[in-house]
T-cell receptor
């Protein structure tokens, strides 16, 4: 299995630009998670989906962030407009069962730099 | 919401020394998971503990879940340079939330 796939691996953009991060979960996994990792705040859950439906988006920082999962094999996290404080590593993860009871498999991450 | 506190934040050891990281919760956890993240890498699942007082071993790594299910520890015997990385514990968010809440992690560096 290829594991969780994320693209791009690195993104450098200027403040105000739209950024779209992409994720392909492991086939057969019903749960998909988006995390953000920074030195200051650690690993934070932004949103998670179950069977393509958003379940908990309480971690989404503000309206500039949005996430979609149009089908079982693809999800996007969009930031519009981007700001320097959005600079972080964004991880996508997937699991086959409940979010707190099953192993989560992380993708390689997207390192976002907003200038 | 649920918070999982992890100490120490950093640990530097000489190769061959032992290492321990501790995880504490203010509330009872149904389970606790441990992940390792190598420098520049992504978190990788190590183990899940479910039972009160549970102890599990993976080669030089020993994981414990407290009797009250509010704390956990990871102990590495005779560290090697391959053990370098950040170790995270994670537990359920609580309050009806299913999400996993990660501790801030313990960054381990090993001097050869």
């Amino acid at each position: 299995d290829a594991g969780v796939i994320q693209s791009p691996r690195h993104e450098v953009t200027e403040m105000g630009q739209e950024v779209t991060l992409r994720c392909k979960p492991i086939s057969g996994h019903d749960y998909l998670f988006w995390y953000r990792q920074t030195m200051m705040r650690g690993l934070e859950l932004l949103i998670y989906f179950n069977n393509n439906v958003p379940i908990d988006d309480s971690g989404m920082p503000e309206d500039r962030f949005s996430a979609k999962m149009p089908n079982a094999s693809f999800s996007t996290l969009k930031i519009q407009p981007s700001e320097p404080r959005d600079s972080a590593v964004y991880f996508c993860a997937s699991s086959s069962r409940g979010p707190s009871t099953d192993t989560q498999y992380f993708g390689p991450g997207t390192r976002l730099t907003v200038l | 919401g649920q918070q999982v506190m992890q100490i120490p934040q950093y640990q530097h050891v000489q190769e061959g020394e032992d290492f321990t990281t501790y995880c504490n919760s203010s509330t009872t956890l149904s389970n606790i998971q441990w992940y390792k993240q190598r420098p520049g890498g992504h978190p990788v699942f190590l183990i899940q503990l479910v039972k009160s007082g549970e102890v599990k071993k993976q080669k030089r790594l020993t994981f414990q879940f407290g009797e009250a299910k509010k704390n956990s520890s990871l102990h590495i015997t005779a560290t090697q340079t391959t053990d370098v990385g950040t170790y995270f514990c994670a537990g359920p968010g609580g309050g009806g939330s299913e999400k996993l809440v990660f501790g801030k992690g313990t960054k381990l560096t090993v001097n050869p």
